[in-house]
T-cell receptor
Framework: EDKVVQSPLSLVVHEGDTVTLNCSYE??????LLWYKQEKKAPTFLFMLTSSGIEKKSGRLSSILDKKELSSILNITATQTGDSAIYLCAMGGGSNYKLTFGKGTLLTVNP | GAVVSQHPSRVICKSGTSVKIECRSLDFQATTMFWYRQFPKQSLMLMAT?????????EQGVEKDKFLINHASLTLSTLTVTSAHPEDSSFYICSARERRTGGFQPQHFGDGTRLSIL
């Protein structure tokens, strides 16, 4: 059974701090790893990673995949209160494009 | 681009009522749509995969007769919760995968429907 584990489950930081969120996975047929940000409503897409060692970057957010270690990290630098959200890691595997989600990391950024 | 619209955003109704939720891809064609359920402080749980023009594929433990899914066109899928009971109260979210060749595409999510059964 495919499995995605995220850590930590929750994190409280101050504005300006840098955070690293972790995601590890077990999957029989890896296709991609995705990161989403969920605030009050539904998740918004951040990154999709398919190749190991290639960093994807968008502003203060970046992510990288390590297929050897079966893991990925999401970095957020110079955090702002608007970064407060649940960050979800999801694994895409198999031929039917299903995603298996981790439980998420609840990030709280205090002013 | 890649906007998914879900309607309604909130439903409050009496036990025994059937509730229909619509999921539309506004600016792309979606061969496949997905329906999730999310309980408070928990992650998304996939209920079923909806393929245009064919029957939905349900995850283990999800009752097909309870949660009816129809994907009649490349831009619309509907989830009907039949004879809803209080235990069906939850946050239901749909997502759509863009119809495109060449590998895995990310799913784009609607804003969700909060269903409350009294």
């Amino acid at each position: 059974e495919d499995k995605v584990v995220q850590s930590p489950l929750s994190l409280v930081v101050h504005e300006g701090d840098t955070v690293t969120l972790n995601c590890s996975y077990e999957v029989t047929n890896f296709r991609s790893l995705l990161w989403y940000k969920q605030e009050k409503k539904a998740p918004t897409f951040l990154f999709m990673l398919t190749s190991s060692g290639i960093e994807k970057k968008s502003g203060r957010l970046s992510s990288i995949l390590d297929k050897k270690e079966l893991s990925s990290i999401l970095n957020i630098t110079a955090t702002q209160t608007g970064d407060s959200a649940i960050y979800l890691c999801a694994m895409g595997g198999g031929s039917n494009y299903k995603l298996t989600f981790g439980k998420g990391t609840l990030l709280t950024v205090n002013p | 681009g890649a906007v998914v619209s879900q309607h309604p955003s909130r439903v409050i109704c009496k036990s025994g009522t059937s509730v229909k939720i619509e999921c539309r891809s506004l600016d792309f064609q979606a061969t496949t749509m997905f329906w999730y359920r999310q309980f408070p402080k928990q992650s998304l749980m996939l209920m079923a995969t909806s393929n245009e023009g064919s029957k939905a594929t349900y995850e283990q433990g999800v009752e097909k007769d309870k949660f009816l899914i129809n994907h009649a066109s490349l831009t619309l899928s509907t989830l009907t919760v039949t004879s809803a009971h209080p235990e069906d109260s939850s946050f239901y979210i749909c997502s759509a995968r863009e119809r495109r060749t060449g590998g895995f595409q990310p799913q784009h999510f609607g804003d969700g429907t909060r269903l409350s059964i009294l």
